[in-house]
Nanobody
């Protein structure tokens, strides 16, 4: 199982970023997928998740209306579109397979002027 995140970076408040997670080594369409984040000095928190077919999505209250999770089962990819970014969104963002202990290495998102 391999999960590789990309797309992080430095962005100004109000800006947008699109994170990507490339999955391999398992039948991607058989698993729900999630994005988590961990800010310095804080625990890892769930941001968004998506069911196997993409028919249902779930969001943390803190990102609802600003972030959108999506997936492409043909490409084994899961995405996180982040709009209206705030300084408090600064964190390392991780991709996770279902509720398993399989995580990517993370991609850093920094929101600062």
């Amino acid at each position: 199982v391999q999960l590789v995140e990309s797309g992080g970076g430095l962005v100004q408040p109000g800006g947008s970023l699109r994170l990507s997670c490339a999955a391999s080594g398992f039948t991607f369409s058989s698993y729900a997928m999630s994005w988590y984040r961990q800010a310095p000095g804080k625990g890892r928190e769930s941001v968004a998740s998506i069911t196997r077919t993409g028919g249902n999505t779930y969001y943390a209250d803190s990102v609802k209306g600003r972030f959108t999770i999506s997936r492409d089962n043909a490409k084994n990819m899961v995405y996180l579109q982040m709009n209206s970014l705030k300084p408090e969104d600064t964190a390392m963002y991780y991709c996770r397979r279902g509720l398993d202990d399989y995580w990517g290495q993370g991609t850093q998102v920094t929101v600062s002027s």
